[in-house]
C-alpha cells in the first residue's frame, strides 16, 4: 500500500510537484462538491423539481444526446470518408472547409435558424405566398429543430478524428479487403469503419460532452435539459442545493459516457499505414455519384456555415449604425480580457503540469496531471455551481473571522477557477505534445551544463515549445469569448460580454441585436479553425 510518506518525497523537488497537486485539487474540489449533494436531504424546491420537472429533463436530455450523437456520426464519418478516399468536384476546397462550423458557436446558428424558419421568419413568408397558407412545413422550435442545428454546428468533431484516421489507415485498408473478395460496400463496413471505430468513438464522445455542457442553443429554443433547470434552480427558485442536486445527477451521466467510451477501446492496439490520401489513390466515382458527393458537401457547408455567416452579415448591417455604441466596446473590453488573462492562466497553469510530468514521471504526478484535465468533461453550468458553493464557505469563513464584508463569490476570481478548471484540456494537448518533441539528450546536455529546473524551462524549453503555446493560448481564447454559462453564472455586476449580450438580446427574440455581437464571436472562433485547416495545431 502506497502511504502518504511514499508520495510526498516524489512530489516535493522543485515545487513541480507539489504545484501539479494544488492544480488537480482544484479540479476535484468542484466535482467532489457537487456528487456530494446527493447525500443530502432534499428540501421542498427539490421535492418540486422531481414532481414537476424531472421526468421532462430526463426525457429530453436523453433524446437529445442520443439524436446528436447518431446525427454527428453520420454526417462526420460521411463526410471524412468522402474528402479522404475518394475523389470529386471540389473536394480540395471541402477538404478544409468542412471544418469552418466550429468557428459558429451553437447558439448563434440557434438563434439564425429560428430567425429564418420560424413562422414569421423569411423562409416560411415566402413559402405561404407562394404555396397558400395551408402549407405544411416543419416547425423549428421544436426537438428536431435543436437536434438538427446541434448536429450541423458539431459535426466537425467526428470529421476531423475520423478523416485523420481514413487518411492513415481506411484507402489502404479497404483495398486489401477488396483483394480478399469483398465489394466495396462491404469492404467499408466490414473492415474500414471498425479500424477506425476509436477515432469516431473520440468524435463522438467529444460531440455528447458538448451536447451536455450547452446551455445556449437549447435555452433559444425553449428545450429544458439538465443545464437550463440548473440555471433556473440556481437564478429562479433561488436554490443552490437544488441545482448541486442536479448537476450531481449530469456529472453521473458525463462519467456513464466516459466509462463507455473507455469500454469501447479497451485494449484496442491499431498500427499506422502509409498515408493513402494521393490523388491517384483515391476510390474513382461514378460521374453522377461525383456530383452527388459534391452537392451532399455544398449542402452541409450551406446549412452549417455560409448560410448563417451571411444572414449575421445581413442583420449586423442593418442594426450597425443605430444598435452599435459605447456599450460594444465595453462588451468587447470585457470579452477580450477575460479570454486574454484565463489563456495565459490556463497555460501557465497546463506547462507546470507538463514539465512536473517531465522532470518527475512518477505514478502520483501522473494522476495529479490526469486527475487536472478532467475538468473539460464537466459542463460550465455543474462546474459554476461547483466552485460557488465552496468559495460561499469560505466567505462565510473570513466574515465570521475578520468581521467584515469579503465576498470572494461574484468575483472575477470565481470566473478564473472555472475557466481554468474547464479549459485546462485544451491546452494541455497542444502544451504535451510540444514537450514530448524536445529529447531527453537536450535535458541531459543542459544539466551537464550547469541549467536544471526553471533555468532549462526558461531558457530551453520555452524557446523550442512556442508554437505549441501559441496554440493553446489561442484556443483556449477562443472557448473563453465563446463560453456562455460560466460567464453567466458567476460573472461579477456589470461584467457582461458578448456572450451575454447574446443572451440577453436572444432571451427577447432581437434576433437582429444579437447579430452583431455574434460576428465578433464567429471572427474571433476563425481562429482556431484557421490554425487547424493549416495542420499548426500541434
Given amino acids: 500500500m502506497l502511504s502518504i510518506k511514499g508520495i510526498v518525497p516524489r512530489l516535493r523537488a522543485g515545487g513541480w510537484g507539489l504545484a501539479a497537486f494544488a492544480l488537480a485539487a482544484l479540479v476535484f474540489v468542484p466535482l467532489a462538491v457537487v456528487l456530494s449533494s446527493l447525500f443530502t436531504v ?59 462550423p466550429m468557428a459558429i458557436p451553437a447558439y448563434v446558428t440557434a438563434f439564425v435558424a429560428i430567425g429564418l424558419l420560424d413562422f414569421t421568419g423569411p423562409v416560411r413568408t415566402i413559402l405561404r405566398e407562394w404555396l397558400g397558407p395551408e402549407y405544411g412545413f416543419p416547425e423549428i422550435r421544436s426537438r428536431g429543430g435543436v437536434i438538427l442545428v446541434m448536429t450541423l454546428t458539431l459535426y466537425p468533431y467526428v470529421y476531423l478524428l475520423a478523416r485523420n484516421a481514413f487518411l492513415t489507415q481506411g484507402r489502404r485498408a479497404l483495398e486489401v479487403a477488396q483483394s480478399l473478395g469483398e465489394s466495396r460496400w462491404s469492404g467499408f463496413f466490414r473492415v474500414t469503419l471498425p ?10 464522445t467529444l460531440v455528447l460532452m458538448e451536447t451536455l455542457a450547452d446551455f445556449g442553443t437549447v435555452s433559444i429554443f425553449n428545450y429544458d435539459t439538465f443545464a437550463t433547470a440548473i440555471y433556473k434552480a440556481w437564478f429562479g427558485l433561488f436554490s443552490i442545493s437544488a441545482a448541486s442536486q442536479l448537476a450531481s445527477l449530469l456529472v453521473l451521466f458525463v462519467f456513464v459516457f466516459l466509462v463507455m467510451e473507455q469500454y469501447a477501446t479497451y485494449r484496442t492496439r491499431y498500427t499506422r499505414a502509409e498515408r493513402s490520401g494521393a490523388s491517384g489513390d483515391r476510390v474513382a466515382l461514378s460521374p453522377l455519384t461525383k456530383w452527388l458527393a459534391f452537392t451532399f458537401s455544398l449542402l452541409i457547408l450551406s446549412a452549417a456555415f455560409l448560410l448563417p455567416l451571411a444572414q449575421l452579415l445581413f442583420w449586423s448591417w442593418h442594426v450597425l449604425l443605430s444598435d452599435l455604441d459605447s456599450r460594444y466596446f465595453d462588451l468587447l473590453g470585457h470579452s477580450l480580457f477575460l479570454g486574454s488573462l484565463a489563456a495565459i492562466i490556463t497555460v501557465g497553469a497546463v506547462l507546470i503540469l507538463v514539465y512536473a510530468n517531465r522532470l518527475y514521471n512518477t505514478f502520483p504526478v501522473r494522476v495529479m496531471v490526469r486527475i487536472s484535465t478532467l475538468g473539460y468533461a464537466l459542463p460550465g453550468s455543474v462546474l459554476a455551481v461547483g466552485i460557488f458553493i465552496p468559495l460561499a464557505w469560505f466567505d462565510e469563513q473570513l466574515i465570521a473571522f475578520f468581521d467584515v464584508d469579503l465576498f470572494l463569490q461574484g468575483t472575477l476570481l470565481a470566473m478564473f477557477c472555472a475557466y481554468l478548471v474547464r479549459f485546462l484540456a485544451v491546452a494541455h494537448h497542444p ?51 465563446k463560453e456562455m454559462p460560466i460567464t453567466l453564472m458567476t460573472r461579477p455586476f456589470g461584467w457582461d460580454t458578448l456572450s451575454i449580450r447574446i443572451f440577453e438580446m436572444t432571451s427577447e427574440g432581437e434576433w437582429e441585436r444579437a447579430a452583431l455581437p455574434a460576428v465578433a464571436l464567429v471572427l474571433a472562433g476563425l481562429i482556431p479553425v484557421i490554425l487547424l485547416t493549416r495542420e499548426r495545431v500541434i
Wanted: glycine content about 10%; hydrophobic content about 55%; charged content about 15%.
Fill in 42 to 100: 432534499n428540501d421542498e424546491v427539490w421535492n418540486h423539481l422531481v414532481e414537476t420537472t424531472l421526468s421532462r429533463v430526463l426525457f429530453n436530455t436523453l433524446f437529445l444526446t442520443v439524436g446528436v450523437g447518431f446525427g454527428t456520426a453520420f454526417l462526420g464519418v460521411s463526410l471524412a470518408w468522402l474528402t479522404a478516399a475518394c475523389d470529386f468536384p471540389g473536394r480540395k476546397v471541402f477538404d478544409w472547409a468542412l471544418m469552418l
Fill in 195 to 204: 479500424m477506425a471505430r476509436p477515432w469516431i468513438i473520440g468524435g463522438v
Fill in 431 to 481: 502544451i504535451q505534445s510540444a514537450i514530448q518533441r524536445i529529447s531527453s539528450n537536450i535535458d541531459e546536455s543542459a544539466k551537464n551544463l550547469g541549467c536544471n529546473g526553471w533555468a532549462m524551462l526558461r531558457k530551453i524549453h520555452l524557446p523550442i515549445m512556442r508554437g505549441g503555446l501559441m496554440t493553446a493560448l489561442v484556443l483556449v481564447f477562443v472557448d473563453v469569448m
